[in-house]
């Protein structure tokens, strides 16, 4: 089968398997794939979008299969092309998100020669499933995990080509056994409920319903309704944390440090819906970990009350120390600025932690949605993640923010080519010069001022202004009380938000915070 045959044919069969956009990084070796997606996208059956950067390339196909919960191939040539791959594809592995890589090979011949661009590409994404057949792309295709299609292509490349490629025939695959058997949840003991990262609503329906307390973190799709707001200051200063004799946990919890420390009790019962892989810490014998989870009736109502109490209390403190300018004044403006239908991308660092000590819970039903990189926590790509993800969802607004280490990270994120699709996005960044979340860590203390700038602040003086510039992004200074009606303007395309901040005091002003908390949650 020749080379342009080849690409056809699995371009057709992504297409019967539902692939409606497709990311592509130039090369020679990926030229029959390139062409077969162009032709596709010619034809109106998918959206290509096209990457110099191979990395990027990777987030944004990562984005917008985490927007959209459906697979999205990122395709590229061989050799160091696919070695740019893999931060995305592990932050995929580790989140359960649907990137496809295919990439481009040399003919398996040329293995072990010194051939120009040939390394063996085979199985380099470690614990993600690989094939190299591209008849057994339906393996590949089961929308809640990453996969590896890696295909040789032989010379000649490019030849003349059938004439379209016709309108795609949805496959039909099974995709698992039906509904679990939730298994049942007895009233009684002190219970809260804990949704971690992509938790989704069976977190919330089942706290509202048995009347927990619910710890929803900001990208757990959770945080709506009746979810705390201070919940994490309170697992620190609220005597209520003594009392918890039980925790039902979903999603992947890994923001902060006291939650970890909830969930790696072991004198309490502990059950997670899922499994170890989405357990933040190693799991004995008190934990639990079931499939689907359910509970009938509802518990006294003084426990979760008294949760809400503390959790108004502890608001109000820290509502009591905010003076408008603060990083978390930022991240409250811009959680109140996410509209119904609006989407929100956090990155990772101070970002989200900000935002989830102070972002008030949202109205059920509105349709917001809120997207981090959670899988691994880091800050790679996230520009073009939060670029895939409001091109891929339908939104009445859509805002990333960022700090500017993870802005300057992952900038080239903004390099896109004039006729590529842009979405209408604010990127926010909250800019401070440097990594401030390490001044709130154990790092941070005095006694390592004298090396703490360099090694782990790591200020660079970039100017995030002439950046934008050189991408030809509209960017411009914003002072913390002008974000609210800057963010209300309408936009077209690609935007940068830029807010001045003062670190200087970010380790003091976290400890006013929860002095303010504890007295006055404290009998």
Not at 211 to 231: F, H, I, Q, T
Not at 322 to 327: F, I, N, Q, R, V
Not at 392 to 409: C, E, K, N, P, Q
Not at 415 to 427: N, Q, Y
């Amino acid at each position: 089968m020749s080379s342009t045959t080849q690409a056809l044919r699995l371009v057709r069969s992504l297409l019967d398997f539902g692939v409606r956009e497709a990311v592509l990084s130039p090369g020679s070796r990926s030229g029959p794939l390139a062409l077969a997606l162009a032709t596709a996208e010619q034809e109106g059956l998918l959206r290509l979008h096209v990457r110099v950067d191979e990395r990027e390339a990777a987030f944004l196909a990562l984005g917008m299969a985490k927007a959209s919960h459906l697979a999205v191939p990122v395709v590229t040539t061989s050799g160091t092309a696919v070695a740019n791959l893999p931060p995305a594809m592990l932050e995929a592995l580790h989140a359960n998100v649907p990137l496809i890589a295919i990439t481009a090979d040399r003919p398996s011949r040329l293995r072990g020669t010194g051939a120009n661009q040939t390394a063996d590409q085979r199985e380099i994404f470690p614990g993600i499933r690989f094939i190299d057949d591209p008849d057994d792309i339906i393996s590949l295709m089961d929308r809640d995990r990453p996969g590896h299609l890696n295909v040789e292509l032989d010379e000649p490349l490019i030849e003349p080509a059938p004439a379209g490629l016709g309108a795609a025939h949805p496959a039909t695959y099974e995709r698992g056994e039906g509904p679990p058997t939730p298994s049942p949840l007895t009233l009684g003991p002190r219970t809260v409920v804990v949704a971690g990262d992509d938790a989704k609503q069976p977190a919330r329906i089942l706290a509202r319903d048995a009347r927990w307390p619910l710890l929803a973190e900001p990208s757990s799709g959770s945080r709506n309704g009746e979810a705390l707001v201070a919940y994490r200051l309170l697992l620190q200063h609220s005597p209520l944390a003594a009392q918890i004799e039980r925790v039902v946990s979903f999603g992947h919890a890994t923001l902060s440090r006291p939650v970890s420390r909830l969930l790696a009790r072991t004198d309490i019962e502990i059950v997670h819906v899922g499994t170890q892989a989405t357990f933040p810490v190693p799991a004995g014998p008190n934990v639990r970990f079931a499939v689907e989870v359910g509970v009938v009736g509802a518990d006294d109502p003084a426990w979760i009350e008294a949760w809400h109490a503390d959790d108004a209390k502890a608001t109000a403190a820290i509502d009591g120390v905010l003076d408008g300018t603060t990083p978390y004044d930022v991240a409250r403006t811009i959680n109140a600025a996410v509209p119904p239908e609006g989407l929100l991308f956090i990155g990772s660092s101070n970002a989200i932690r900000d935002l989830d000590l102070v972002a008030r819970p949202y109205t059920v039903g509105e349709r917001r949605l809120v997207v981090a990189n959670r899988g691994l926590a880091g800050i790679d790509g996230t520009l073009s993640c939060a670029i895939g993800a409001a091109l891929a969802r339908t939104s009445s607004r859509a805002i990333a923010y960022v700090g500017d280490l993870t802005f300057l990270h992952g900038s080239n994120g903004l390099l896109i080519g004039k006729d590529e699709p842009r979405p209408d996005l604010t990127i926010v960044v909250a800019s401070d010069d440097g990594g401030s979340i390490f001044s709130t860590l154990e790092q941070g203390a005095p006694e390592f001022a004298a090396t703490f700038e360099r090694v782990y602040a790591t200020p660079t003086g970039a100017d995030i202004g002439a950046l934008c510039a050189g991408y030809r992004v509209p960017h411009r200074l914003v002072a913390p009380d002008g974000l609210a009606a800057a963010l209300e303007e309408d936009v077209s395309g690609i935007r940068v938000l830029e807010v001045p901040l003062d670190r200087s005091g970010r380790r003091a002003l976290a400890e006013v915070i929860g002095r303010a908390v504890e007295a006055a949650v404290r009998p």
